[in-house]
Structure formats: C-alpha cells, structure tokens
C-alpha cells in the first residue's frame, strides 16, 4: 500500500496533535480555572498558516485550524 493511503500518515499525527493537543490541554485548563473561579488561556499562533508550502503542508494546514 503507498504511505499516501496509509492509516496513520506523518501528516495525520501532525494535524492531531496540533489541533487536538489545544483543545485537550484548554479543556484541563478551563477545569482547574473553574475551581479557581479564575484564570485565562492564551492561544498562541503562527502566521505559517496563511503562507503554507508543499514540504510543510500538515503542520502549517494544522496552525491555522
């Protein structure tokens, strides 16, 4: 089977765990926030998702999801 059609692609990793990975460690955050009665969340981001190239598609696709 080509990589291209395989399951788990380097591509597929990359995407979960950049959009996954914010939304997991957002969510940990908001509950301990909320038993503070306190807190914020910064999201930092990348301008490599507006300027994406074919060599870094996945991860660039990923910064501005």
Same mark, same amino acid.
């Not at 939304?23 to 990348?46: P, W």
């Given at each position: 089977?080509?990589?291209? =059609? #395989?399951?788990?692609? =380097?591509?597929? !990793?990359? *995407?979960? +765990?950049? *959009?996954? /990975?914010? =939304? *997991? ?6 509950? *301990?926030? @909320?038993? #503070?009665?306190? /807190? $914020? +969340?910064?999201? @930092? &981001? %990348?301008? $490599? /998702?507006? !300027?994406?190239?074919? $060599?870094?598609?996945?991860?660039? %696709?990923?910064? &501005? /999801?």
């Amino acid at each position: 089977v080509h990589a291209m =059609f #395989q399951a788990h692609t =380097f591509e597929d !990793r990359v *995407l979960k +765990i950049d *959009l996954n /990975g914010v =939304f *997991l460690v957002s969510r940990s955050a908001v509950r *301990l926030m @909320i038993r #503070q009665k306190a /807190g $914020s +969340i910064v999201n @930092i &981001s %990348s301008l $490599s /998702g507006v !300027r994406p190239s074919p $060599s870094t598609a996945a991860r660039r %696709s990923s910064r &501005s /999801g």
